[in-house]
């Protein structure tokens, strides 16, 4: 590893004067200046490519990503200045909007906690699964806490308006419509929808609560609907309902075949981990072209079931073709 040595050039950074080392980005050096900037899609681990522009700052009046802009000599670097503040604050909330469908992987997170308010989220590079990443959601997700709007007390509609209302007097409350309703139109007009992110304790309880409680056999998840195929096709083809491997594994992987998933935004922490690895091609079978995917060059239909035995479309020849076992790629050698 080459080790880095100092230049005769400085610059400066939120008025003070620094020297700069070698080779080094503005963050380097504000980061070995113990100066914040905020960070996102950067991981010292990989090679910087500035897309989500959280790293912002302000040299002499224009904007630039820290993270690959090279501190040069004479450079005047305002991290804080209210232009770089805003810039970030309005790329954050422009990808969160974008991530809100981000799946769960198991990431560890730790929540950073000053005056009993969570100020940030960071991880742990021993992570197992995120190694010292969490995706957008998880490391910015967190300003619903404390936001004004959220609900801290149950509401009950009475009269055309909410009004605010403990725990008791909502419980007993929603106690005293199920009977009313049960004595009415019997059982069988409840019923009852768990939820994923419930324990298996918790969603027994409240299973036996639907059964027992009121009688109905109502009861669903919302499982049934997005994991459930999913489930049961894996243990028909590999004889159980689960990945068969880590998110490590793709580290050693030639090829990856995603089918049906936009992986950067919804598994974004799938997509880091593969981007540590040695991987020459990711084949994307889906009904959208998204940009860095190296695309199969065919549509398919546009309800993408049974995709990969159904029919598609072939772009070059405009026909459709119900039988195929390669793809055609484009920019592979």
Not at 189 to 204: F, K, L, P, V
Not at 253 to 264: A, E, F, I, R, W
Not at 309 to 328: E, I, N, P, W
Request: glycine share 8%.
């Amino acid at each position: 590893m080459d080790i880095p040595y100092w230049s005769n050039k400085t610059l400066t950074i939120d008025g003070k004067d620094v020297k700069i080392l070698a080779e080094e980005t503005v963050l380097q050096l504000a980061t070995r200046n113990r100066i914040f900037i905020p960070t996102l899609c950067y991981d010292p681990r990989l090679s910087a490519s500035g897309h989500c522009k959280v790293c912002l700052v302000d040299i002499s009046g224009k904007l630039k990503p820290a993270c690959i802009t090279m501190a040069e000599q004479g450079m005047v670097v305002e991290t804080q200045s209210e232009k770089a503040r805003e810039a970030r604050k309005r790329r954050v909330t422009a990808i969160l909007k974008q991530h809100k469908g981000n799946c769960a992987t198991g990431c560890s997170v730790y929540l950073d906690v000053k005056g009993d308010k969570v100020v940030g989220v960071t991880t742990d590079e021993l992570d197992t699964v995120g190694r010292g990443n969490l995706c957008v959601k998880g490391r910015f997700g967190f300003t619903f806490i404390h936001h004004p709007d959220r609900l801290k007390s149950p509401l009950i509609k009475s009269n055309g308006s909410f009004k605010e209302a403990s725990w008791d007097e909502a419980l007993s409350f929603i106690a005293k419509r199920f009977l009313e309703i049960k004595d009415r139109y019997g059982p069988e007009a409840i019923g009852g929808i768990g939820s994923a992110r419930a324990t298996n304790e918790d969603n027994y309880m409240f299973q036996r609560m639907m059964r027992a409680a009121i009688g109905t056999n109502n009861i669903d998840n919302c499982a049934r609907l997005c994991h459930m195929p999913a489930a049961f096709a894996l243990k028909r083809a590999l004889g159980i309902s689960a990945s068969t491997s880590s998110l490590a594994d793709l580290e050693y992987s030639d090829v990856m075949l995603v089918v049906g998933s936009n992986t950067t935004e919804a598994h974004p922490m799938v997509k880091v981990t593969s981007r540590r690895g040695e991987i020459t091609m990711t084949l994307r079978a889906d009904t959208a072209i998204l940009p860095g995917t190296v695309f199969v060059s065919f549509h398919l239909p546009e309800i993408p079931i049974n995709m990969l035995t159904g029919g598609a479309r072939d772009t070059h020849t405009d026909t459709y073709s119900y039988k195929f076992t390669a793809v055609r790629v484009e920019g592979v050698d």
